[in-house]
C-alpha cells in the first residue's frame, strides 16, 4: 500500500482527506505541525510515496517545509492550499512540486490528482536511485525532479554507474557496457566524467556522488 504524508492545520479538512485517501487504499500519516512531519519523515523517508503539503502552517511556512523535505529524500509532492494566485503557483513549480490543488476542491479530486503523480513515478516507468530517476520509456534522467540532458555518452555512462551504485566499475567495463570505442584512451572517458560531474554539480575534490577509484575507475556513492 502506499504511503501519503499530509500535512495541514485544518483538522477537520485533515481528517476528511485521511479518512477518503484510505477509501481508494492509500495510507495516510497525517500531521498539523510541520516540525512533526518532519521528524517522523526523517525516520523512514523511503516509506513515503507522496507528500500533500498546505502553504499556510504554523512553525514554518509550506515551502519552506517543502525544501526541508527534499534535503532529506526527494519525493512527489502536492500542494493543497488556498493561495491561488500565479505567483505561489509559479514558484511552486519552480521548487518542484508536481501537482498544485487550490482549496476549496472535492476529496475526489485529490485522489485523481495523486493517482496520476504516482503514476508517473510508478516503478513500471522509472528506475530511482537515491535522488536520480531513470524514465526507461524516454531514456531522461532527472535529478530531484529536473531533467539533466547528456550526450549518448554520458547517458550511458552515468546509467551504468547508477545501476551499479556503491560497485567499483573499472574504465575497462565502461567500455564494454556503453558505446565508447575499444581504442579509447583513459583520458577520454576521464573528460566524459568530468561532463557529467559539472552536470549534476559533483565536485571531484568532494564528491557527492561519483568517486575516483585511483587505479581502477569509478563509483556511484548513493547512501539511500
Known amino acids: 500500500m502506499k504511503k501519503i504524508l499530509l500535512v495541514e492545520d485544518d483538522i477537520n479538512l485533515q481528517n476528511l482527506v485521511n479518512e477518503y485517501l484510505k477509501d481508494y487504499n492509500l495510507s495516510c500519516d497525517s500531521f498539523s505541525k510541520p516540525l ?27 515551502f519552506d517545509l517543502l525544501k526541508k523535505l527534499k534535503e532529506i529524500r526527494p519525493l512527489p509532492i502536492i500542494i493543497s492550499t488556498a493561495r491561488d494566485d500565479i505567483g505561489n503557483k509559479i514558484y511552486g513549480y519552480e521548487l518542484g512540486v508536481d501537482d498544485y490543488l487550490s482549496k476549496p476542491y472535492e476529496p475526489r479530486e485529490l485522489v485523481l490528482r495523486v493517482n496520476a503523480v504516482l503514476k508517473r513515478y510508478s ?42 551504485s556503491n560497485k567499483v566499475i573499472s574504465r575497462e567495463e565502461i567500455l564494454r557496457n556503453t558505446s565508447l570505442r575499444e581504442d579509447t584512451r583513459n583520458r577520454t572517458i576521464d573528460m566524459h566524467i568530468s561532463n ?17 577509484v585511483w587505479g581502477i575507475g569509478y563509483k556511484f556513492l548513493d547512501d539511500n
Open 36 to 62: 512533526d512531519a518532519l521528524k517522523k519523515y526523517s525516520e523512514n523517508p523511503s516509506g513515503y510515496s507522496l507528500a500533500i503539503l498546505d502553504l499556510g502552517l504554523p512553525q514554518m511556512d509550506g
Open 123 to 164: 516503478n513500471d516507468e522509472y528506475l530511482t536511485f537515491g535522488r536520480f530517476k531513470i524514465n526507461k520509456s524516454t531514456n531522461q534522467i532527472f535529478l530531484d525532479n529536473t531533467e539533466i540532458e547528456f550526450t549518448k555518452i554520458e547517458f550511458e555512462i552515468i546509467v551504468l554507474l547508477l545501476k551499479n
Open 196 to 212: 557529467i560531474r559539472f552536470k549534476i554539480d559533483d565536485d571531484s575534490k568532494d564528491t557527492k556522488y561519483i568517486k575516483s
